[in-house]
Nanobody, 119 residues
Framework: QVQLVESGGGLVQAGGSLRLSCAAS????????MGWYRQAPGKQRELVAT???????NYADSVKGRFTISRDNAKNTVYLQMNSLKPEDTAVYYC?????????????WGQGTQVIVSS
């Protein structure tokens, strides 16, 4: 079981920036992928960005060039730097930890942090 604690959400004006953090603890696999997903009201949860423990990244088209995901493996922490925020970025942002074991996969979610972008 991996515990994930997010922080850094809040209210910001369009064009502004926020930095989200997610600290992981517990049974952390040495090989894993951490990422950020978001869910806006009335919409399905969607991928924002992921990063492997080796540093390979993947971004949703809607955030490419504006958001940057990074991680500090020594601190078991993943970050999401969000720049040039738009009102459509408003959502609850969830941290995710994913790993593949010998017989099954392991997925953990944080409690979510609210991001509101005002126009």
């Amino acid at each position: 079981q991996v515990q994930l604690v997010e922080s850094g959400g809040g209210l910001v004006q369009a064009g502004g920036s926020l930095r989200l953090s997610c600290a992981a603890s517990g049974r952390i696999f040495s090989i894993n992928t951490m990422g950020w997903y978001r869910q806006a009201p009335g919409k399905q949860r969607e991928l924002v960005a992921t990063i492997t423990n080796s540093g390979s990244t993947n971004y949703a088209d809607s955030v490419k060039g504006r958001f940057t995901i990074s991680r500090d493996n020594a601190k078991n922490t993943v970050y999401l730097q969000m720049n040039s925020l738009k009102p459509e970025d408003t959502a609850v942002y969830y941290c995710n930890h994913y790993a593949e074991g010998t017989f099954r996969t392991f997925t953990s979610w944080g409690q979510g942090t609210q991001v509101i972008v005002s126009s």
